[in-house]
T-cell receptor
Framework: DTEVTQTPKHLVMGMTNKKSLKCEQHMGHRAMYWYKQKAKKPPELMFVYSYEKLSINESVPSRFSPECPNSSLLNLHLHALQPEDSALYLC?????????????FGDGTRLSIL | KNEVEQSPQNLTAQEGEFITINCSYSVGISALHWLQQHPGGGIVSLFMLSSGKKKHGRLIATINIQEKHSSLHITASHPRDSAVYICAVTPPNTGNQFYFGTGTSLTVIP
């Protein structure tokens, strides 16, 4: 069982819908990450939260809105998405926000935009 | 040009075979990671290396900093090892990004 839990596992939404992806970890990690992964490509970093504050935004369009309500939870709010946003969205966490630390990944949410 | 190159891109092996996946990188690094991604999508962090060799069960990872090269070995391969294996490196000083390889897709046939 993964230590990082993502819900839902699958999501189909229209371009006018608003939905949220959720991520939870209880390892006491203080850094959490959102990645986007297209088929047969490596993950692309979207956002990094450190101690519940946004520390990195990789020029992600504003239709993606991250939120970190507390140190265990990370949300990604979606609004007015485009078909090209269809992808696997992965959440990860690490002890601190450095990439020379091991990251623990969730199983991902597979998102399809109609 | 990718900072991280993996070979082979695809690999098919018979159950029980010894498997090697290679990763070469062109930047200085503070750490190198080997990740495993199963068809369902979840990623498991297998190893993080900055020097030498690490072993976990049937998996062995080595790194040669001078040659900027790492290998992931799987001994006595099994169909459940079928997955995509991704190499990722962390540049020094910043520590706030990964450079990912494009992955090696491994299929182990019973």
């Amino acid at each position: 069982d993964t230590e990082v839990t993502q819900t839902p596992k699958h999501l189909v939404m229209g371009m006018t819908n608003k939905k949220s992806l959720k991520c939870e970890q209880h390892m006491g990690h203080r850094a959490m990450y959102w990645y986007k992964q297209k088929a047969k490509k490596p993950p692309e970093l979207m956002f990094v939260y450190s101690y519940e504050k946004l520390s990195i935004n990789e020029s992600v369009p504003s239709r993606f809105s991250p939120e970190c309500p507390n140190s265990s939870l990370l949300n990604l709010h979606l609004h007015a998405l485009q078909p090209e946003d269809s992808a696997l969205y992965l959440c990860a966490s690490s002890r601190v926000d450095r990439f020379d630390q091991p990251q623990h990944f969730g199983d991902g949410t597979r998102l399809s935009i109609l | 040009k990718n900072e991280v190159e993996q070979s082979p891109q695809n690999l098919t092996a018979q159950e029980g075979e010894f498997i090697t996946i290679n990763c070469s990188y062109s930047v200085g690094i503070s750490a190198l990671h080997w990740l495993q991604q199963h068809p369902g999508g979840g990623i498991v962090s297998l190893f993080m290396l900055s020097s030498g060799k690490k072993k976990h069960g049937r998996l062995i990872a080595t790194i040669n900093i001078q040659e900027k090269h790492s290998s992931l070995h799987i001994t006595a391969s099994h169909p459940r090892d079928s997955a995509v294996y991704i190499c990722a490196v962390t540049p020094p000083n910043t520590g706030n990004q990964f450079y990912f390889g494009t992955g090696t897709s491994l299929t182990v046939i019973p």
